[in-house]
């Protein structure tokens, strides 16, 4: 006969049995909302895009499309489309076992920068994100330890953070100093500069005129390059197709820093279903007046003209306050003008390619990024600065042709994950493609020099 005592110990028993068994239970789905959570806030790079043959604009293409007057009704974005993140394949037999040590400089040079927010997410800021996507590689084989093996040694020195508490912008006067500080400190610690005078070094440019740094062509120009960086490889944002002392380095054109995440979060909220109602679109300075207290004209006059000429016309979409969600203006519309500021290249580029509208640019003579990994001549229209007045007849006999041709190259996902810096770096992109191009001078390698004669 059970006793009251045994039936109280039974369920007692029976009680912590289910409780075990809710315990184990929430924990579970604790951890699988979790996952699911964390990786629904992943990085995701951009939406696709796809690549054919060259249509750089000429006013009247040889070559023959079909008519595509339904491409203003073609869907903005799939978001099913959205490539995920990869594990990066940085490996040195990828880059012909190229080798790089990044030097650990004093904080003043490069991180204290970071206090503030908007040094790692301006258009300048692919310096700090090329540094982190290097820090990144650590256990890689691309990246190394041993700087006695390395073929090429990152100085990172962040030169575009210093804002102008005026207007805000960039005051890069500091620049040269800050570098020369740099060096001085690595040829001091480490015998690698001395040897070669910096061959092998490599360094950031990421501002207007690149190794010049200076903001103003003329100024820049009659400064120059550094004469202690002349002898080194600058990655930097400006480059042009003539001969210009602003590029008389060893250079890497390289596009300008466009945030992945502030991208994927203009495609998450633009709908499936919206179409692109915008025909021909630009937002930014476009000066009445153009000529500044310096005496100086901003843009060549070309942003005037622009603004002259089709402020009040249909099918141009001109705006020139600023806006903070003007990427998803960008995201609407079929034309993106990038025309010239004070230098040639402009973060439309980057944005328009990344959001699938096609860039019109506008400026004589620019050396565009990457272009073994970008057939920019497939993706975008190129426009003479004197033939400002006839863009939109130009434009309306694009859209009457080869557009559709056009905007089936901008889906190739290659393209778009070309141009953009990830932490950690992506197989393609930004930084992948720094590798490529570096991996492409290996002969002004000491390490690799050395070894041949062993």
């Not at 978001?79 to 030097?103: E, M």
């Not at 950690?424 to 390490?447: C, F, I, N, Y």
């Amino acid at each position: 006969m059970i006793t009251h005592k045994q039936r109280r110990t039974e369920k007692g028993l029976c009680f912590k049995h289910y409780f075990k068994w809710i315990f184990c239970f929430s924990f579970t789905l604790y951890f699988l909302v979790s996952f699911l959570v964390d990786h629904d806030h992943e990085d995701l790079p951009l939406s696709p895009s796809s690549l054919t043959r060259p249509n750089t604009l000429q006013t009247n293409p040889k070559t023959k499309f079909i008519a595509s007057h339904a491409v203003f009704e073609s869907k903005i974005h799939d978001h099913t489309l959205i490539f995920p993140p990869q594990r990066p394949n940085i490996r040195a037999d990828v880059f012909n076992n190229l080798k790089i040590y990044v030097y650990d400089l004093p904080s003043k040079f490069n991180t204290d920068w970071l206090a503030n927010n908007r040094c790692s997410n301006h258009l300048f800021a692919a310096e700090v994100a090329l540094h982190k996507a290097l820090l990144s590689l650590e256990g890689k084989d691309v990246r190394t330890e041993d700087p006695y093996e390395a073929d090429f040694f990152f100085v990172p020195v962040y030169v575009s953070c210093n804002f102008s508490t005026l207007n805000g912008f960039p005051a890069i006067g500091h620049a040269r100093s800050l570098i020369e500080e740099a060096i001085g400190l690595v040829s001091a610690e480490y015998p690698f500069w001395n040897r070669t005078s910096g061959s092998d070094h490599v360094f950031t440019a990421t501002h207007d005129f690149g190794s010049c740094f200076h903001t103003m062509e003329d100024r820049a120009i009659a400064d120059g390059v550094p004469v202690i960086l002349r002898n080194s490889i600058v990655l930097q944002t400006f480059g042009v197709t003539f001969k210009h002392p602003c590029q008389e380095v060893e250079n890497v054109v390289i596009p300008p820093y466009i945030s992945p995440v502030s991208l994927h979060k203009t495609q998450k909220n633009v709908p499936v279903t919206k179409e692109r109602d915008i025909r021909v679109f630009f937002r930014g300075k476009m000066e009445i007046h153009p000529k500044n207290i310096s005496g100086r004209f901003y843009s060549k006059r070309v942003r005037t003209e622009i603004w002259r000429r089709y402020g009040s016309d249909r099918r141009f979409y001109l705006q020139r306050q600023r806006f903070a969600g003007y990427q998803s203006e960008i995201a609407r519309s079929v034309f993106c003008l990038c025309p010239l500021g004070w230098a040639p290249w402009s973060p439309r580029l980057v944005e328009s390619v990344a959001l699938g509208c096609v860039p019109v640019i506008i400026a004589d003579g620019i050396r565009l990024p990457f272009p073994s990994a970008v057939r920019w001549q497939d993706i975008s229209l190129t426009v003479a600065e004197r033939d400002v007045g006839k863009l939109g007849e130009i434009l309306e006999h694009v859209a009457a042709t080869n557009l559709s041709v056009i905007q089936k190259n901008l889906e190739d996902p290659s393209v778009k994950r070309a141009l953009l810096f990830n932490v950690p770096p992506q197989e393609g992109d930004a930084t992948w493609q720094v590798l490529e191009a570096l991996s492409k001078k290996l002969h002004r390698s000491t390490t690799r020099r050395s070894n041949a004669f062993l």
